[in-house]
């Protein structure tokens, strides 16, 4: 598929992106909404299971700014900067925990539970619909 001659199913890089299959949201080919979303800090490891999106130094759970694009994650409508906007983002923080296992959904550092606005979301709890970020009305569903 990447023209390197080797087999998808030997090659431990299938696209050529220079991110191994197993660290690659996108295995087969770039994400083609956000180019870049797949590595946000280039460090190898796919989004998706990086402990660090934005290379930091600091971790996802406890970086005020989990993307680095300057916005704290309370304010940012896209936290984890992967082109899905918090309100329709099934794991809002990029930590690859979907919204409803979650302990802190936005990531900002506050547990769901004492947290005004739980998905970052712009709206307080209590007048958001879908609280928990999980793509479901609350009072309809029950998630």
Do not use: C, R, W
Not at 68 to 81: E, F, H, L, R, S
Not at 109 to 130: E, K, L, R, V
Request: charged share 30%; glycine share 22%; aromatic share 2%.
């Amino acid at each position: 598929m990447d023209g390197d001659e080797s087999e998808n199913g030997s090659d431990p890089d299938m696209d050529g992106d220079g991110v191994p299959n197993g660290n690659d949201s996108t295995p087969k080919g770039p994400n083609l909404h956000l180019p870049d979303a797949d590595d946000q800090d280039q460090d190898g490891e796919a989004d998706s299971v990086d402990s660090d999106i934005d290379g930091d130094g600091q971790a996802n759970g406890s970086d005020g700014d989990v993307d680095g694009d300057g916005i704290a994650n309370g304010q940012d409508g896209d936290v984890d900067g992967d082109g899905v906007l918090n309100g329709q983002d099934g794991d809002v923080d990029g930590d690859g925990a979907a919204n409803g296992a979650d302990t802190d959904i936005d990531g900002d550092g506050i547990p769901n539970g004492t947290d005004g606005d739980q998905d970052g979301d712009g709206f307080s709890n209590g007048a958001d619909a879908d609280a928990n970020g999980d793509g479901y009305n609350d009072q309809t569903y029950g998630h």
